[in-house]
């Protein structure tokens, strides 16, 4: 959740109210934000334990009263003073919301597709024309930016804001992506001595130059591309490097009024919400409030003809509907629907209007969901985390008033316990814990090649990703096993002279298109596992053989007659559920898809009846000693033992 500082009494003039801090502090609370602390500049310094500053520097710092405000991480609009008391200014009925306008522009930003598609391939632009500055309006512009690039831009990495005085450049603008020694410009950095770079010797001034510290994360960004992404306009001028630095020719003062903004991405999407946060809030300070004028981007092919156009800002005001049945039920509140639609505009959903749905004469069920009112909204471009009718309802909720809304006593009685699978892995849990054994928890997500070639494993159906982010993430596992070889792999500093026992209990997701579980057959299932491996001198496989054994026991689950008998030892049999046994056989190589994960003839399949199985045996799980080949596709350099089997059987 990010966290706004604000200086107490310039919120306060927006706002045109003066506030306590109490009664500030609850109204954060009814409009859905917290009050996080209420400090100042000497009061941080003197709280901090790793600067230390003498006496003459604190008294130096302000004592200004600064709130710092969480603001939900989706609520882009709320990440500046401007913004923040603009919602609140509505929320209060202040003023209504304010209606964006976009205006035709004659700036053009040609885009050369083939240099940038490989580093940075989309621009968006707007301009703030007539736009006036002072000191403080000057300082929140440069906030909202930085507070979008940690969150939305993800540390520029998906998107980089550049603004520009327009005046001191030359449309039409180009973006394009050149090698770095080619690209010559005096930073914003450097403003001051004039010091011109190119791209090679900007970023290692940016690594190793202490007043530039603030700039090096970005700096991994692009440096290893062999074309660094600029902005220029028509007479080569640089305007920006994104996402490190804006050039000082272009830089923004007091005196602009004219301001170009350029916003590079990996995302168009977020590019344009991007986009649509700043000039929103920063459009107020137009001669012509909440009104960006736009920018034409022309994407060029090779030849440099126009291949794609888009007009820039969206700022698009789009609908959404949700039913009032549906809102008032998810608050837990009976609001009459035309109350609800005038609630819409405290929350800056407005204007509002009622829907009568159309339902199908023959229809005599009037509990209908479908015959209550539909509410239809508007959502401003400030918005975009409006995105379905809970977040509709959520809103409502807010606007309405969380403490008006009345307790009640549930209809229905029940007494809530944990679901039976659950509570048979934390019980096994901490059993086998006990047994020396070390839990880990492995990612769901793994390569296909670990999850069947590295186990000596046919490659067989699974749930893919369509776009994994990598190679280590295609398919979701479908066995417990290359999670924990791999935790081995990646702890081979640990003492194995006593035996490196780990175990997991998670999940699998298995292909079954027989399996139904909601309305829509999904083609899987999940299957909750067990899975433990012993890595040491020895083999281990006695050690793995007694867990399967505890596990059983502790399970309530007999041996059978012949399996205690070949074992040479007496069993004292504790209590075990009617018709519930289970025996182990050898791990025929040709009898099974598991088969080349083990050493041949040091395997063994674990065969449980049960009354669920109508008295047949049936395989629920496999142990051994793991095949030489497998520790070497996981590089395991001690003998490894492991067992697996499913839990939900055991029930």
């Known amino acids: 959740m990010p966290t706004v500082s604000i200086p107490r009494d ?9 506030y306590t801090d109490e009664a500030f502090d609850e109204l954060c609370f009814e409009f859905g934000i917290e009050l996080d602390d209420v400090t100042s500049e000497r009061t941080e310094a003197t709280k901090s334990s ?26 882009y609009d709320l990440l500046c003073v401007e913004g923040l008391a603009r919602a609140l200014r509505v929320f209060l009925g202040d003023e209504e919301a304010p209606v964006y306008q976009v205006e035709e522009g004659s700036q053009v930003m040609n885009v050369v597709s083939a240099n ?17 500055f002072d000191e403080e309006r000057y300082a929140s512009f440069i906030e909202l930016q930085d507070q979008l690039h940690r969150n ?14 327009l005046d001191s450049v030359q449309g039409p603008f180009v973006y394009d992506a050149r090698p770095p020694r080619d690209i010559q410009f005096v930073p914003l950095t450097h403003t001051a001595d004039n010091r011109e770079f190119n791209g090679t010797t900007l970023m290692e001034c940016y690594e190793t130059d202490a007043a530039c510290k603030h700039l090096k994360p970005y700096v991994p960004i692009i440096k290893n591309s062999p074309l660094y992404p600029v902005v220029l306009d028509s007479e080569g001028t640089v305007l920006s490097l994104p996402p ?24 168009l999407t977020k590019a344009n919400i991007v986009l649509d946060t700043v000039c929103a809030m920063f459009s107020q300070y137009c001669e012509k409030t909440y009104t960006v004028e736009s920018v034409t981007v022309n994407y060029l092919d090779d030849a440099q003809n126009v291949k794609d156009t888009h007009i820039t800002p969206a700022m698009y005001t789009r609908k959404e509907v949700s039913s009032v049945e549906f809102v008032n039920s998810l608050i837990g509140i009976q609001v009459p629907a035309e109350t609800m639609v ?46 379905h009718a809970v977040d509709i309802a959520e809103d409502i909720a807010v606007a309405y008033g969380y403490n008006n ?49 590295a186990l000596n494993r046919e490659v067989t159906n699974a749930v893919s990703l369509s776009n994994p982010a990598n190679v280590e993430y295609q398919v979701v596992r479908t066995t417990l096993l290359p999670g924990l070889l791999k935790t081995i792999q990646y702890n081979k500093s640990m003492s194995f002279t006593g035996g490196f026992q780990l175990f997991e209990i998670s999940d699998v997701v298995l292909p079954d298109n027989g399996h139904v579980v909601t309305e829509t057959v999904v083609g899987a299932r999940n299957s909750r596992r067990v899975c433990a491996t012993y890595s040491g001198p020895t083999s281990g496989f006695e050690v793995i053989h007694g867990l399967v054994d505890r596990i059983m026991t502790l399970c309530e689950v007999a041996p059978e007659a012949e399996y205690v008998a070949s074992s040479g030892n007496k069993v004292k049999l504790v209590h075990c559920k009617d018709g519930w046994s289970y025996t182990i056989r050898e791990l025929k190589s040709n009898g099974s898809d598991v088969a080349g994960t083990y050493f041949p003839g040091r395997a063994a ?26 520790l070497g596709n996981f590089d395991i350099k001690y003998p490894t033992s492991s067992m697996e089997l499913d839990l939900e059987t055991l029930l």
């Open 10 to 18: 310039t919120l306060f003039r927006h706002l045109s109210r003066t």
């Open 50 to 75: 790793t600067v230390k500053l003498s006496k003459d520097q604190l008294a130096a710092l302000s004592e200004e009263v600064i709130y710092k405000i969480d603001v939900p991480a989706n609520r």
């Open 116 to 132: 940038t598609a490989s580093v940075r391939p989309f621009v968006v632009c707007a301009v703030l024309r007539g736009a006036t």
């Open 152 to 165: 939305l831009c993800r540390q520029r990495t998906l998107v980089a804001i550049g603004t520009h005085d």
């Open 244 to 267: 490190i630095i804006n050039g000082s020719k272009s830089r923004i003062t007091l005196n602009t009024t004219n301001v170009f903004i350029e916003c590079t991405a990996t995302d």
């Open 342 to 387: 005038n609630l819409c505009n405290k929350i800056q959903l407005g204007p509002a209007r009622l829907i009568t749905p159309i339902n199908d004469s023959n229809d005599d069920n009037n509990s209908n969901p479908s015959s209550s009112p539909i509410l239809e909204v508007t959502v401003p471009p400030t918005r975009s985390d409006i995105l």
């Open 405 to 453: 809304i009345v307790r009640t006593v549930p209809k229905t009685y029940t007494v809530g316990r944990e679901q039976p699978l659950n509570q048979l892995g934390d019980l096994l849990r901490e059993e086998i814990g006990r047994a020396g054994y070390i839990e880990v928890l492995t990612h769901g997500l793994c390569s296909q090649n670990d999850n069947f070639t």
């Open 605 to 630: 399949e674990i065969l449980l009846t049960s009354p669920k199985s109508g008295g047949e045996k049936v395989v629920i799980g496999t142990f051994g000693i793991l095949h030489p080949e497998v």
